[in-house]
């Protein structure tokens, strides 16, 4: 009998007759799988080997915390990632990423991005200008822009020219899709390649990898100061006094723009269509906008004052986690709660699961901002993980939330928002994509 000890399998086969309805939204089957087998459930793929999945707070907190020295990242990010996203903080692991994260971490504190606020809002701001009004508008598209913009310009302030940028969101959106492609359907990949795809797609990187590096270039030239994450990477050293490469500040820029922007665009989108479906919600919010606007405080105390809507913001991640799943592998034997796993089982973390689950959750399927204010220690809790936990915790949390609450801030105080439905459709890609969401935005009088 073997030593080791598994969670309840589901048959290949079924992954198999299930695959065209898996590939487009594993979710449902997920869900029924931890029903059945008490939150945890393996399956032995022919093309990773044993994988377990989870919605378990417990093993969960064992793996991305207190042994995480055991759990690294699985070859997903580390290998078909950073093929075309570069070696990054997201994509490395072991002592290159701890190396690279004690380097790049003093950029992201709270103090450092205070000295971006306002280059954040700014850009807000430009972006909101732009919306259409008195129409239903698809609020993704809106969404995505103001967020790759708020990433582009907080990278980059004003160095980079605007066509160039829009250049590089549409080879990073191109590469994103065909990652999903990729990882979803590895039984195609000789048919990638034959059909040239990986060709074209390794041309798009090299592209990327182009248009960053003249930027660098050119800012390393330039006698400027900028109060930019560019500055903050070209001036961070190492503790020998070195400075990144070229090549590996470009791995830690594309990095930064594919971890920082879409999962932004998709929280900002689910967020705003909650809030419209939820007018009472909605008018508790845009009263807190009105008290805190009458105060004249500075950016940042805005940002801390509108407590309330930071809590719609943390409902909404819980909801919808735009990172709705994370996985690891184990790198040696381990018991994990009552398993024992061999060295090299997958794990899959459904931090959806997890945010939604009755174990853990009091209504879970309904938005109730208020129990973020009621309780807000979920935060530290082993079962609410919308920025992951332990080490590999997001760095751009901070960002995040003050960009989201920003933006929140910036549209209740022009528009009331409203929505013809409250259907929420998602698409879950790399990250939870919300799939047809529709707002009108009626500007105040
Ligand atoms: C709502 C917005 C965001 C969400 C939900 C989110 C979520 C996450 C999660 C769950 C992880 C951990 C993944 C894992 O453990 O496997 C992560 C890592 C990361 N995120 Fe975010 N993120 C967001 C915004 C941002 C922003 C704005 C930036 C940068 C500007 C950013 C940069 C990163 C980086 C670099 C990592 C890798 C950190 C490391 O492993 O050391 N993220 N993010």
């Known amino acids: 009998m073997s030593q080791y000890k598994y969670p309840n399998k589901v048959p290949f086969y079924k992954f198999l007759f299930n695959s065209t309805a898996i590939n487009k939204n594993p979710i449902p089957f997920y869900k029924k799988w931890f029903d059945m087998h008490d939150d945890s459930f393996s399956v032995i793929s022919p093309f990773r080997?044993?994988?377990?999945?989870?919605?378990?707070?417990?093993?969960?907190?064992?793996?991305?915390?207190?042994?995480?020295?055991?759990?690294?990242?699985?070859?997903?990010?580390?290998?078909?990632?950073?093929?075309?996203?570069?070696?990054?903080?997201?994509?490395?692991?072991?002592?290159?990423?701890?190396?690279?994260?004690?380097?790049?971490?003093?950029?992201?504190?709270?103090?450092?991005?205070?000295?971006?606020?306002?280059?954040?809002?700014?850009?807000?701001?430009?972006?909101?200008?732009?919306?259409?009004?008195?129409?239903?508008?698809?609020?993704?598209?809106?969404?995505?822009?103001?967020?790759?913009?708020?990433?582009?310009?907080?990278?980059?302030?004003?160095?980079?020219?605007?066509?160039?940028?829009?250049?590089?969101?549409?080879?990073?959106?191109?590469?994103?899709?065909?990652?999903?492609?990729?990882?979803?359907?590895?039984?195609?990949?000789?048919?990638?390649?034959?059909?040239?795809?990986?060709?074209y797609h390794m041309k798009l990187v090299k592209e990327s990898r182009d248009i960053i590096n003249a930027v660098i270039e050119n800012r390393k030239q330039s006698k400027e100061s900028h109060d930019d994450l560019l500055e903050m990477l070209l001036n961070a050293k190492y503790e020998d006094g070195l400075s990144m490469t070229n090549n590996q500040l470009i791995d830690e820029i594309l990095i930064l723009f594919v971890a920082g922007h879409e999962t932004t665009a998709n929280a900002l989108t689910f967020t705003l269509k909650l809030l419209a479906q939820n007018q009472d919600t909605l008018k508790k919010i845009q009263a807190e906008v009105d008290i805190v606007e009458s105060t004249n405080s500075s950016l940042l105390d805005t940002i801390l004052k509108l407590k309330f809507t930071r809590s719609c913001i943390d409902e909404s991640l819980r909801l919808y986690p735009p990172a709705w799943i994370t996985d690891r592998v184990a790198v040696k034997d381990n018991q994990l709660g009552d398993y024992f796993l061999k060295k090299g089982?997958?794990?899959?973390?459904?931090?959806?699961?997890?945010?939604?689950?009755?174990?853990?959750?009091?209504?879970?399927?309904?938005?109730?901002?208020?129990?973020?204010?009621?309780?807000?220690?979920?935060?530290?809790?082993?079962?609410?993980?919308?920025?992951?936990?332990?080490?590999?915790?997001?760095?751009?949390?901070?960002?995040?939330?003050?960009?989201?609450?920003?933006?929140?801030?910036?549209?209740?105080?022009?528009?009331?928002?409203?929505?013809?439905?409250?259907?929420?459709?998602?698409?879950?890609?790399?990250?939870?994509?919300?799939?047809?969401?529709?707002?009108?935005?009626?500007?105040?009088?």
Not at 161 to 173: D, F, G
Not at 408 to 437: A, M, Y
């Open 49 to 199: 080997g044993r994988v377990i999945l989870t919605r378990n707070a417990t093993l969960s907190k064992q793996i991305l915390q207190k042994q995480h020295k055991i759990y690294h990242k699985s070859k997903i990010q580390t290998k078909f990632l950073s093929k075309y996203i570069g070696y990054g903080l997201l994509t490395s692991s072991g002592e290159y990423w701890l190396k690279q994260r004690r380097l790049i971490q003093p950029g992201f504190h709270k103090e450092k991005i205070k000295n971006l606020v306002s280059i954040i809002n700014n850009t807000i701001r430009e972006q909101v200008d732009k919306i259409e009004t008195d129409t239903y508008v698809d609020l993704y598209p809106i969404m995505h822009e103001l967020a790759f913009e708020v990433v582009a310009k907080s990278l980059f302030n004003y160095s980079a020219e605007k066509k160039t940028l829009r250049r590089l969101q549409v080879i990073i959106e191109q590469l994103q899709q065909f990652i999903v492609k990729e990882i979803r359907q590895p039984h195609k990949k000789l048919w990638y390649v034959l059909k040239g795809d990986i060709r």
């Open 345 to 445: 089982t997958i794990i899959g973390i459904s931090i959806y699961e997890l945010h939604r689950s009755v174990s853990y959750w009091k209504n879970p399927d309904d938005f109730i901002p208020e129990r973020f204010i009621e309780d807000n220690q979920r935060h530290k809790s082993g079962y609410y993980l919308p920025f992951g936990a332990g080490p590999r915790l997001c760095i751009g949390n901070d960002f995040a939330i003050y960009e989201m609450i920003l933006v929140i801030n910036e549209i209740i105080k022009r528009f009331d928002i409203s929505t013809n439905n409250n259907v929420i459709k998602v698409n879950p890609l790399i990250t939870l994509k919300p799939v047809g969401l529709q707002l009108k935005f009626t500007p105040k009088c």
